[in-house]
DNA sequence: GACTGTGAAGTAGTTCACAGCT
DNA sequence: AGCTGTGAACTACTTCACAGTC
């Protein structure tokens, strides 16, 4: 029952809250046990993926029968830390920070609105979905009040790293980068960074690769 | 000049479109050539992997002194195929919808808004951004007007492979999911998938390991 | 002297294939 | 019989280290 828990590789990581939104649906569909093999097929993987994936949690599943779902779950939440909400504070009230606050995606799954805040003073005071923008200097006390929270950069790219800066001087420990930047923080710091137009890019490398475009401007 | 271009490896072509992003900050700068060394600084890399990388473009850097940034440039917006904008038409005109239509980055990047469509009755004919919502039953005549156009789906995720499904059908080759929820689409067919609630729970656990939360509710 | 381009070595991630439990 | 858990084989990616060029 304990779970000797191995270093979880990153790629498996990635992967476990995919599961986890997977599991959530099949305790809504009253589904007791699931095997591998479906799971995989739910996530768009391969079976032997998911087993070793799931042995990292420590999980045993039982052999002959599939994984309990309630009890995958309950592991699956406890290893991702999504056990209390997140509070999420967004810096930023521009088109994408207004979206991103507005997004009631964020609050269902577990990281609620703290706040919005943004330094330009013409900003401060609007409303933006359920709160209004606060400036700048707020953003200590705000962090101080929700604390752990989430910081997510909805900025331009040129100050990204200034507020990011700021973030982790208020005390937020984990900051997702909307901004297309470099950003870099102390180690302690967890970072991810999530670029629209780089997907794009991406989508429009590997669809040129089958039917190159005629270049004539 | 040729290329003898091997394939370029996954994890390469997610990294073009970060070097594209400085490379267009250096041309800004009146910067003629950058070493390998300060792209990777740039970039957040290492040295090595940067010219790993440019090599599998068939790229000519001149030893002792580095690469060519406007050179460089043109070769990596050819390699990724985008000389020319790609449209885009967001499909979903809830928030996160109305959010993406709204953000300007897409269209200075080179990805104009073709249109917004949703299957809602009430939101078709609402203003979001530069454009009207149109019905679903108008997406074939739009893709077929901007194509090669790419999809966006920014819908609920119970909605999503329907809506994949569709924009197949209406002729779209590249898709980016920002549903909750797995899409399959035809090999020919290239798709990626951005969930930012998932983000937002990677850094839950990378957190959780280094601080663990009390668990009392 | 400075910097690229790349084989070779090292590391991480995936998949196979099967022993072992229920 | 059915399905997990995992070593072993394989594949992909990264980094080293240095020969080659300017």
Redesign the interface.
Known sequence: MDGHTRRIPDAT??R???Y??ILVDLVDQRIPTVASERLAE???VNAAKVRKDLSYLGTYGTRGVGYDVDYLLFQMRQ??????D?P?IVVGAG??G???A?????GE???PLAGVVDADDTKVGTEVGPVRVRPMSDLKELVAEHR?V?GIIATPGAVAQQVADELVAAGV????NFA?A?V?VPP?I?L?K????????????????????R?S?
Chains 1, 2 share one sequence.
């Open positions: 990581v990635a476990l809250p995919e986890l939104r739910l996530a768009g290893a991702l830390g999504v056990t209390q997140w999420v088109n994408l207004r979206a991103l507005n997004y009631a995606g964020f799954r577990g990281f752990p989430i420990t984990a900051i997702l297309p470099l870099t302690s967890s991810r999530v670029d629209l137009a780089l997907e794009l890019q991406i989508l429009s490398f590997y669809q040129s690769q089958r039917e190159p475009r270049d401007a």
